[in-house]
Antibody, heavy 122, light 107 residues
Framework: QVQLQESGPGLVKPSQTLSLTCTVS??????????WNWIRQHPGKGLEWIGY???????????SYNPSLKSRVSISVDTSNRQFSLKLSTVTVADTAVYFC??????????WGQGTLVTVSS | SYELTQPPSVSVSPGQTARITCSGD??????AYWYQQKPGQAPVLLIY???ERPSWIPERFSGSSSGTTVTLTISGVQAEDEADYFC??????????FGSGTKVTVL
């Protein structure tokens, strides 16, 4: 059974880069058929898909990003450590949110990590 | 940008049926999904591909689709079903989109 766990700083200063990592257990991150996603939820608001990475081997991966964030987002994968990571550059207070990682495919986003709150503040 | 429209809130008495709609122009061509989220928790997948239910989800949750609208039905609502419910699909370019969410209150 796949499980995911987010980790990273809970506080980021404005204009800096937000960096989070999701550790996957219970399955291989490469070749499992899953798309590995980042999704965020602003306080008291709805859900926003950030992007995904798909890995089919140690050297091949593909990404897709939400056009509204594409210029600031990068998602990468570390297959040896079963981790995928999110970088969001030039953050503002509007990027304060709970960030979730989630496995995805034609069966929907399932499972999800527990989420981690990132606050952008000086 | 593409939007999925949900009612902000639905109220229902225990044992009754709650229906939550989600409307979007691309829904006839794209799969739809439903998630339940309780306070302080991550969302949980309830329905995938509009009508399919994972084996671990109670049978009282069901999904249906008609044209540009998909519907989540909760039959025999229980107090534990009080939560936020989100639909999710994709636009024509493949960007994943969520509805704004519906808060279900059990009276």
């Amino acid at each position: 059974q796949v499980q995911l766990q987010e980790s990273g700083p809970g506080l980021v200063k404005p204009s800096q880069t937000l960096s989070l990592t999701c550790t996957v257990s219970g399955d291989s991150i490469s070749g499992s058929g899953y798309f590995w996603n980042w999704i965020r939820q602003h306080p008291g608001k709805g859900l926003e898909w950030i992007g995904y990475i798909y890995s089919s081997g140690s050297t091949y991966s593909s990404t897709s990003y939400n056009p509204s964030l594409k210029s600031r987002v990068s998602i990468s994968v570390d297959t040896s450590n079963r981790q995928f990571s999110l970088k969001l550059s030039t953050v503002t207070v509007a990027d304060t949110a709970v960030y979730f990682c989630a496995a995805g495919g034609t069966g929907g986003f399932d499972p999800w990590g527990q989420g981690t709150l990132v606050t952008v503040s000086s | 940008s593409y939007e999925l429209t949900q009612p902000p809130s639905v109220s229902v008495s225990p044992g009754q049926t709650a229906r939550i709609t989600c409307s979007g122009d691309a829904l006839p061509k794209r799969y739809a999904y439903w998630y339940q989220q309780k306070p302080g928790q991550a969302p949980v997948l309830l329905i995938y591909q509009a009508t399919e239910r994972p084996s671990w989800i109670p049978e009282r949750f069901s999904g249906s689709s008609s044209g540009t609208t998909v519907t989540l039905t909760i039959s025999g609502v229980q107090a534990e079903d009080e939560a936020d419910y989100f639909c999710q699909s994709a636009d024509n370019s493949g960007t994943f989109v969520f509805g704004s969410g519906t808060k279900v209150t059990v009276l």
